[in-house]
């Protein structure tokens, strides 16, 4: 008995494990040297819209993917150094969001 998964299922699990190693490289480098309380809300931030995306892959819902994408791809230009992880994080999200839009509309 063999269990096929499709490519939508596939790009949920990589928005789940994408957003989970988000939140561990920016715990990681939040105690780097000139930590002020912004940089505690900007990841604050980025984490939380990071997770509203993946409640979305896991719930299908297309418009809290949308909202994580956006959120990562505006901050990610934001800041370049958190950028570098938040941009791909903002692309399998809205793979994501793409690919589950087009499952719902047919």
């Known amino acids: ?9 596939v790009l949920r699990g990589a928005s789940v494990v994408a957003v989970v190693l988000l939140t561990a490289i920016l715990i990681a480098i939040l105690p780097a040297p000139g930590y002020r309380t912004s940089r505690l809300v900007l990841f604050l931030i980025t984490i939380g819209l990071g997770w509203v995306g993946a409640v979305g892959a896991v719930l299908n819902r297309f418009r ?11 901050l990610g230009f934001w800041n370049f150094t958190i950028g570098l992880f938040m941009l791909p994080t903002g692309i399998i ?11 719902s509309d047919t």
């Open 1 to 9: 008995m063999t269990t096929e998964y499709s490519t939508l299922d």
């Open 64 to 74: 809290f993917l949308l909202i994580g994408a956006v959120g990562q791809f505006l």
């Open 93 to 103: 999200l809205l793979l994501t969001a793409l690919l589950l839009r087009e499952r």
